[in-house]
């Protein structure tokens, strides 16, 4: 019978050498993973909804960048309940190292895994499917 936790207890000890990864990596631009994942997310354009942090996080992440000098925020002149965000070239800068960073750990946790695509299909997969497993009832 196979082991009924087996796929959350990996998930979990993943994200923790993760968690342990990114913090000594992003020690020396004092960064931390939220920071450095959010950063990544304004320098590739894609929407920060991806990143499924909750308001309070979201807030308190953009407001440290933008005191560490990599963003800068001004009311939208469109909504004036929303922020318009504007990368700073610090921010690129650091942007690339951390692009580094995550290259190094992707090819290090993936190291023997034959089909990468087929592998990151599945993980997309478990991410929507705990998505909706976590759905308030």
Known sequence: MKDFHSIGQSVFIT????????????????????????????????????????????SRTLQSLEEKGYITRSTS?????????????????????????????????TEGIEDIELFETMLRKLVENARELSKEK
């Open 77 to 109: 002149a469109e909504d004036g309940r929303a922020n318009d965000i504007t990368v700073l070239d610090s921010a690129i800068s650091v942007g690339r190292k951390i692009d580094v960073i995550l290259k190094n750990w992707n090819d290090g946790v």
């Open 15 to 58: 994200d923790k050498y993760f968690k342990i990864f990114l913090k000594n990596e992003l020690k020396e631009y004092d960064l931390n993973r939220a920071e450095a994942m959010t950063l990544m997310m304004l320098l590739s354009d894609r929407p920060l909804a991806e990143l499924h942090y909750d308001k309070g996080v979201l």
